[in-house]
T-cell receptor
Framework: KAGVTQTPRYLIKTRGQQVTLSCSPISGHRSVSWYQQTPGQGLQFLFEYFSETQRNKGNFPGRFSGRQFSNSRSEMNVSTLELGDSALYLC?????????????FGQGTRLTVV | SQKIEQNSEALNIQEGKTATLTCNYTNYSPAYLQWYRQDPGRGPVFLLLIRENEKEKRKERLKVTFDTTLKQSLFHITASQPADSATYLCASRADSNYQLIWGAGTKLIIKP
């Protein structure tokens, strides 16, 4: 079956602009989580959506937002981009997000803010 | 707060030897621990999941242990190969909200 698909793979934006990233989870997966990863850093949790509702949220400013659609596809939006937002953004889906469910990651979107 | 800690220093191992990575958790008692592999510029890939009542779990050259007394999981790669070089991440879901909590990862370098 198809894996997690993130689009676009690469993106270059200017400071102050806004950006929308997309994630299509594995079919049947209802939980989608987003992470930010900068070079040499671990995974920084942004938020998780389950059945169109935000279930968990990390410690990121309000410029970072997301949503999930009825088909479980998810989008993440960053407004008023800053240079420090340059990072690899990863999306992960899991069946239910329950205790014993693993996460399946997409290839990521590499965002560069100039 | 619930935390997972991994040795942030890179681990250098000679090819053919066994690599052992450590994952410690604090302030909670996870029912499961998960291990992932991440290559540069790519998303993590799930490797193994172990339950708290399983002492160890194996998959090919990989072995994971779960010690609830020490609050620790060990990840072993036997007969290591240069292709095993990557960052290995430990994770588990929080008690209350099932959010995945991640360690910072340990970079493993296998030298030929």
């Amino acid at each position: 079956k198809a894996g997690v698909t993130q689009t676009p793979r690469y993106l270059i934006k200017t400071r102050g602009q806004q950006v929308t990233l997309s994630c299509s989870p594995i079919s049947g997966h209802r939980s989608v989580s987003w992470y930010q990863q900068t070079p040499g850093q671990g995974l920084q949790f942004l938020f998780e959506y389950f059945s169109e509702t935000q279930r968990n949220k990390g410690n990121f400013p309000g410029r970072f937002s997301g949503r999930q659609f009825s088909n479980s596809r998810s989008e993440m939006n960053v407004s008023t981009l800053e240079l420090g937002d340059s990072a690899l953004y990863l999306c992960a889906s899991s069946l239910s997000g329950g205790q014993n469910t693993e996460a399946f990651f997409g290839q990521g979107t590499r965002l560069t803010v100039v | 707060s619930q935390k997972i800690e991994q040795n942030s220093e890179a681990l250098n191992i000679q090819e053919g030897k066994t690599a052992t990575l450590t994952c410690n958790y604090t302030n909670y008692s996870p029912a499961y621990l998960q291990w992932y592999r991440q290559d540069p510029g790519r998303g993590p890939v799930f490797l193994l999941l172990i339950r708290e009542n399983e002492k160890e779990k194996r998959k090919e050259r990989l072995k994971v242990t779960f010690d609830t007394t020490l609050k620790q999981s060990l990840f072993h790669i036997t007969a290591s190969q240069p292709a095993d070089s990557a960052t290995y991440l430990c994770a588990s879901r929080a008690d209350s909200n099932y959010q995945l909590i991640w360690g910072a990862g340990t970079k493993l370098i296998i030298k030929p």
